[in-house]
Nanobody
Framework: QVQLVESGGGLVQTGGSLRLSCAAS????????MAWSRQAPGKEREFVAA????????YYADSVKGRFTISRDNAKNTVALQMNSLKPEDTAVYYC???????????????????WGQGTQVTVSS
């Protein structure tokens, strides 16, 4: 329903900042809840942040609270993840996801989301 392309990944030093962007294509974007997740090599995919379609409610994993900020601009069909105070533990491929509903499983559940991007690599050097 929604096509997603992530960008903005790269190499950054510990304590640095990086801003990821997700460009969406499709008429259902403004009706979709959006989320970011990440996956490190050999690890399971981990929920990072989510935002409801109006931006009224936002959710974060405990590991990124106070450091990451998710936002969306429905007029531009974009979702961003501002990452500050980065740590080596944040190294992973970051994925953008969209869900058109229903949201019965909650916004932090992967089963909520129907579309996924290809991912962008974030590497934090120690």
């Amino acid at each position: 329903q929604v096509q997603l392309v992530e960008s903005g990944g790269g190499l950054v030093q510990t304590g640095g900042s990086l801003r990821l962007s997700c460009a969406a294509s499709g008429r259902s974007f403004s009706s979709s809840a959006m989320a970011w997740s990440r996956q490190a090599p050999g690890k399971e995919r981990e929920f990072v942040a989510a935002i409801t379609r109006s931006g009224s409610n936002i959710y974060y994993a405990d590991s990124v609270k106070g450091r990451f900020t998710i936002s969306r601009d429905n007029a531009k069909n974009t979702v961003a993840l501002q990452m500050n105070s980065l740590k080596p533990e944040d190294t992973a491929v970051y994925y953008c996801a969209a869900g058109v509903g229903p949201y019965l499983s909650g916004y932090t559940s992967r089963r909520t989301y129907n579309s996924w991007g290809q991912g962008t690599q974030v590497t934090v050097s120690s």
